[in-house]
């Protein structure tokens, strides 16, 4: 069996206190609770009668008094272990709350440097012709070309916008999965045939490595496409030019089907591997990336119950596991039906 | 040539420098512009410009690190950061690096120009010069 890196995409936030708290919900609580609140004082109570019957009436009402005192102690103990589930309760939902905010504020102040810039290009070109028109009108021939180049510019960057505007709503819109079993060699070779000519140009070997033997699975196949797509791209602009980029399959015993993709190209360095699934995080230069496609594979991939994984050193390339649950009919529908 | 303050433009974004060079230059100022952090050090390295107008969120050599190596080259020049989105901590740190002002894009021509006036007459203050017209005649 292949180990799988760590997730860098949903690593678990819940505090310490929270975690210790969980045993509060164990199955074995309860029984404790029973016996330590209940049957330990019943003992005690049915010690002290049988002492009683036997006559020794000090004994017996030492063994009363212990029972009733352990019976206090526990009850008192029992309302605290509620207190704090319930202030666990509270603390959990603040924590959510605070993430909910956080990821909103990331989102928002991304979204705000992307449509800034632009509008800011926009605004400039504008107060240009402005210029350029302000008592000008008799020389307007001269001036053509550059309110020609002006204009032009402003369309330029309306479409810059559009496209940031367009792919947010993409990733916010929660498109159905319409179910189908799909073998995953034949989507992966598809994409990968589509990029073909590309790698070819750039110098750049492609390797196939899929598992026959790994079974078809129920997942929504122009959504996987879309996944790969974009995993592959990435890959051909980290390698650039002449290196490998090797594409495989396989099965897990645990259930699960991997696409691994792996280049050879300039790697991602440790600080930017947890931002990687964020929104709007690029890396690269402006205009050629909004830095949403991958935001956009992690959220398909989970809506398909899926997940995916990356390890990479700089310098050496990147591997991307995606993984999917094989699944039966019945799991993978009512899973579709909660997202 | 010009006999207004010289000022850097550095900004990532190709379009907004070229044309805001544009701007400057019909307002009479001598505009240079930079693509990258990198690039604006060596300018100011071989030229002493007046006022820099520098965009924060750039690619490889941010902004602010940006900011802090131009003070240590050239700690008499005024910097006016540029940036698409307003935050609290980098207009605190920019304070801290010695920035003189920070304005969010898009910014109407008519306060960009507002404000490099104010930078460009604290530089002139800074060396005892209290208008333009000292600066010109000296």
């Given at each position: 069996?292949?180990?799988?890196?760590?997730?860098?995409?949903?690593?678990?936030?819940?505090?310490?206190?929270?975690?210790?708290?969980?045993?509060?919900?164990?199955?074995?609580?309860?029984?404790?609770?029973?016996?330590?609140?209940?049957?330990?004082?019943?003992?005690?109570?049915?010690?002290?009668?049988?002492?009683?019957?036997?006559?020794?009436?000090?004994?017996?009402?030492?063994?009363?008094?212990?029972?009733?005192?352990?019976?206090?102690?526990?009850?008192?103990?029992?309302?605290?272990?509620?207190?704090?589930?319930?202030?666990?309760?509270?603390?959990?939902?603040?924590?959510?709350?605070?993430?909910?905010?956080?990821?909103?504020?990331?989102?928002?102040?991304?979204?705000?440097?992307?449509?800034?810039?632009?509008?800011?290009?926009?605004?400039?070109?504008?107060?240009?012709?402005?210029?350029?028109?302000?008592?000008?009108?008799?020389?307007?021939?001269?001036?053509?070309?550059?309110?020609?180049?002006?204009?032009?510019?402003?369309?330029?960057?309306?479409?810059?916008?559009?496209?940031?505007?367009?792919?947010?709503?993409?990733?916010?819109?929660?498109?159905?999965?319409?179910?189908?079993r799909?073998e995953i060699?034949?989507?992966?070779?598809?994409?990968?045939?589509?990029?073909?000519?590309?790698?070819?140009?750039?110098?750049?070997?492609?390797?196939?490595?899929?598992?026959?033997t790994v079974p078809a699975i129920?997942?929504?196949?122009?959504?996987?496409?879309?996944?790969?797509?974009?995993?592959?791209?990435?890959?051909?602009?980290?390698?650039?030019?002449?290196?490998?980029?090797?594409?495989?399959?396989?099965a897990?015993?645990?259930g699960?089907v991997?696409?691994?993709?792996?280049?050879?190209?300039?790697?991602?360095?440790?600080?930017?591997?947890?931002?990687?699934?964020?929104?709007?995080?690029?890396?690269?230069?402006?205009?050629?990336?909004?830095?949403?496609?991958?935001?956009?594979?992690?959220?398909?991939?989970?809506?398909?119950?899926?997940?995916?994984?990356?390890?990479?050193?700089?310098?050496?390339?990147?591997?991307?596991?995606?993984?999917?649950?094989l699944?039966?009919?019945?799991?993978?529908?009512?899973?579709?039906?909660?997202? | 040539?010009?006999?207004?303050?010289?000022?850097?433009?550095?900004?990532?974004?190709?379009?907004?420098?070229?044309?805001?060079?544009?701007?400057?230059?019909?307002?009479?100022?001598?505009?240079?512009?930079?693509?990258?952090?990198?690039?604006?050090?060596?300018?100011?390295?071989?030229?002493?410009?007046?006022?820099?107008?520098?965009?924060?969120?750039?690619?490889?050599?941010?902004?602010?690190?940006?900011?802090?190596?131009?003070?240590?080259?050239?700690?008499?020049?005024?910097?006016?950061?540029?940036?698409?989105?307003?935050?609290?901590?980098?207009?605190?740190?920019?304070?801290?690096?010695?920035?003189?002002?920070?304005?969010?894009?898009?910014?109407?021509?008519?306060?960009?120009?507002?404000?490099?006036?104010?930078?460009?007459?604290?530089?002139?203050?800074?060396?005892?010069?209290?208008?333009?017209?000292?600066?010109?005649?000296?």
């Amino acid at each position: 069996m292949r180990m799988l890196p760590r997730w860098h995409g949903g690593q678990s936030t819940q505090p310490a206190t929270a975690k210790m708290l969980d045993v509060m919900r164990h199955r074995s609580y309860f029984q404790y609770r029973l016996v330590l609140l209940y049957l330990a004082p019943l003992l005690n109570l049915l010690l002290a009668v049988g002492l009683l019957m036997r006559g020794q009436i000090l004994f017996a009402a030492t063994a009363s008094l212990l029972a009733l005192a352990c019976f206090g102690c526990n009850r008192r103990l029992a309302h605290l272990v509620e207190i704090a589930n319930a202030q666990k309760y509270a603390l959990d939902q603040q924590l959510l709350q605070s993430q909910k905010l956080a990821a909103v504020g990331e989102l928002s102040s991304g979204i705000a440097h992307e449509i800034n810039n632009p509008l800011a290009i926009i605004g400039q070109e504008a107060e240009w012709m402005q210029y350029l028109l302000k008592d000008r009108g008799k020389k307007i021939q001269e001036w053509q070309e550059e309110l020609k180049d002006s204009s032009q510019q402003i369309v330029k960057q309306i479409d810059r916008c559009r496209e940031i505007t367009h792919k947010l709503l993409d990733f916010a819109r929660k498109k159905e999965p319409i179910i189908q079993r799909a073998e995953i060699n034949k989507l992966l070779e598809d994409m990968v045939k589509l990029v073909e000519k590309e790698a070819v140009q750039k110098g750049i070997i492609l390797v196939r490595s899929y598992d026959e033997t790994v079974p078809a699975i129920l997942t929504d196949p122009p959504l996987i496409r879309q996944v790969v797509l974009n995993l592959l791209n990435n890959a051909l602009y980290a390698v650039g030019t002449d290196g490998t980029i090797t594409v495989s399959t396989f099965a897990e015993q645990d259930g699960w089907v991997v696409i691994e993709i792996k280049d050879t190209g300039c790697g991602i360095p440790q600080e930017h591997l947890r931002k990687i699934f964020d929104p709007f995080f690029t890396t690269k230069p402006v205009g050629k990336g909004t830095g949403l496609g991958l935001s956009i594979c992690h959220g398909i991939v989970a809506r398909l119950g899926g997940r995916i994984n990356v390890e990479s050193k700089t310098g050496e390339g990147t591997t991307f596991f995606v993984r999917f649950p094989l699944g039966r009919e019945k799991e993978v529908s009512s899973n579709v039906l909660r997202t | 040539m010009s006999s207004g303050p010289r000022i850097l433009i550095v900004d990532d974004e190709e379009r907004f420098r070229t044309t805001l060079r544009k701007h400057l230059t019909v307002a009479g100022m001598e505009a240079d512009t930079a693509g990258s952090g990198e690039d604006a050090l060596q300018q100011i390295r071989g030229k002493t410009y007046d006022v820099v107008l520098l965009d924060v969120k750039m690619p490889e050599m941010d902004g602010l690190e940006a900011l802090a190596r131009i003070k240590k080259i050239d700690p008499q020049v005024e910097v006016i950061m540029l940036t698409g989105h307003a935050c609290l901590d980098v207009a605190v740190e920019i304070m801290k690096l010695g920035g003189y002002e920070y304005l969010l894009k898009p910014c109407p021509l008519d306060d960009l120009m507002a404000k490099i006036d104010a930078a460009y007459e604290r530089k002139l203050m800074r060396h005892g010069k209290r208008s333009r017209t000292d600066a010109a005649q000296s």
